[in-house]
């Protein structure tokens, strides 16, 4: 789905009053994760909506979209690790561990999939996620920050408004303590279009929550991260880009466009938005238009911008076709033969393969990005859900089955091989649970 540039012009706003609570209903979890207890306000009813903040607000900032969602919607808030009324361990603060603590708190929700919703150092969480785990994001709403290593990564970094990146140490944080409120306002006074509208109250409950013991060394423990998921960013693009539906975000007086023209370096489906009259701090300046861009993209369809072209290849037709080795969309085990029927499994987009499994070949549990289909033309396939390839049930001739993006499967044929056809959404990908089972030739 994309929508045409949403230019929201609307006519300057009244300054907020204070800070929004959450709406009564909503409940707080601590939910423990691989070495940190992450705060999570949690409430409504619906499809699932996880939305991350950065820094200079905690969780707090997301009340005013929580309440006009929960009505049909399950959201989700956390405090990230380090931030807010989460814990402050020593480490853990690069964004794919950050992402992982989202992962955790999901499974202990008992949720499998979400809309994103990310601003500022939550952009870096939710990238990583989305990269991480595709299969669980069904629509990403980014907000007005760069994301390490992507894009003009390197000039914002000498950007004299973002002094503060490289801001950190013992003396930094002695210079801080007991004056956060006089950092923090730094922030929002000279990132903003207009300061008053973070209000007295707003910029307190903040600086009380960034005074609490440890706050302000996690705080720059993020920033001092950065250098680490630049690294991680550049390895996940590796992979192809995003495809879930995105919306790029920015502030008229912030990075505008150039949200989207960012994301369009990491993504096949970016819809922009620019929310006029307003600074980085989007939520607090122009809250009722930031969510009147958000809730119209989390509330439609799903689809996405492949064009899938017309195809008929009869039995003769694909006989015909070149075949290949175990190439992109296999195991890569030796032996197997690849019929790509449509599409590029190694490129964005959907694709088609028909797969010829020799007799008595065994495949170790492995992944794959994305969410496939796969039909046996002939043969008998053994199949196994798991990460350890028990339980295979055999699927002879017109059985279905299919290979969720991200979850465990194994496989082997018997004496007869098999003929199978896959279709999935690229770029896909094979990455096995024990790195040993991998062929040499992966």
């Known amino acids: 789905m994309r929508f045409a540039l949403l230019s929201l012009a609307c006519a300057l706003a009244t300054p907020a009053a204070a800070l929004e609570p959450f709406p009564h209903?909503?409940?707080?979890e601590d939910i423990q994760t691989d070495g940190a207890t992450i705060h999570v306000r949690v409430g409504g009813h619906g499809p699932a909506v996880l939305m991350l903040h950065g820094f200079g607000d905690t969780g707090d900032m997301w009340a005013p979209l929580a309440a006009r969602l929960e009505a049909d919607h399950t959201v989700i808030v956390p405090d990230l690790r380090g931030m807010g009324l989460s814990s402050h361990p020593a480490g853990g603060y690069d964004k794919k561990s950050e992402a992982e603590d989202m992962a955790r708190v999901l499974d202990t929700l008992h949720i499998t999939q979400v809309d994103l919703v990310t601003h500022d150092i939550g952009n870096m969480v939710g990238f990583a996620f989305a990269e991480l785990h595709p299969n669980r994001v069904t629509r990403f709403v980014i907000m007005d920050a760069p994301l390490p290593g992507i894009g003009d990564w390197e000039?914002?970094?000498?950007n004299p408004l973002l002094w503060h990146f490289n801001f950190r140490g013992p003396d930094e944080e002695r210079l801080v303590a007991g004056?956060?409120?006089?950092?923090?306002?730094?922030?929002?006074d000279e990132l903003s279009v207009t300061p008053s509208a973070i209000d007295s109250a707003t910029r307190a409950h903040y600086a009380a929550l960034y005074a609490r013991p440890g706050g302000m060394h996690s705080a720059f423990a993020q920033f001092a991260a950065f250098s680490q998921d630049a690294a991680d960013n550049r390895a996940f693009i590796q992979n192809g880009p995003l495809t879930m539906p995105i919306l790029a975000i920015g502030a008229e007086?912030?990075?505008?466009?150039?949200?989207?023209a960012m994301m369009r370096l990491v993504a096949t489906n970016v819809?922009?938005?620019?929310?006029?009259?307003?600074g980085h701090w989007m939520m607090e300046e122009q809250p009722e238009a930031t969510v009147n861009a958000i809730v119209p993209f989390l509330e439609a369809p799903v689809t996405n911008a492949y064009y899938l072209a017309e195809l008929r290849l009869s039995r003769s037709d694909i006989d015909e076709l070149p075949r290949t080795g175990a190439g992109a969309g296999t195991s890569h085990v030796a032996g197997i033969e690849t019929v790509v029927l449509s599409g590029d499994p190694s490129a964005a987009g959907p694709y088609a393969i028909e797969i010829r499994i020799p007799p008595n070949t065994h495949i170790a549990p492995h992944t794959h990005r994305d969410n496939r289909y796969g039909v046996v033309?002939?043969?008998?396939?053994?199949f196994a859900y798991g990460p350890n390839g028990a339980d295979a049930k055999t699927l002879g001739?017109?059985?279905?089955?299919?290979?969720?993006?991200?979850?465990?499967?194994?496989?082997f044929t018997g004496p007869e091989g098999a003929d199978i056809y896959l279709t999935g959404i690229g770029p896909t990908d094979t990455v096995y649970v024990n790195a040993a089972d991998a062929p040499a030739t992966h």
Do not use: C, N
Not at 155 to 158: E, P, R
Not at 377 to 382: C, D, E, N, T
């Open 25 to 28: 209903d909503f409940r707080a």
């Open 179 to 188: 004056r956060e409120r006089i950092y923090l306002d730094r922030f929002y």
């Open 155 to 158: 000039a914002q970094l000498t």
């Open 397 to 411: 001739p017109g059985g279905l089955y299919t290979e969720p993006g991200g979850d465990p499967h194994a496989a």
């Open 271 to 278: 819809t922009p938005a620019v929310i006029a009259h307003s």
């Open 377 to 382: 033309l002939s043969g008998a396939w053994h």
């Open 253 to 260: 007086g912030s990075y505008g466009t150039r949200m989207a």
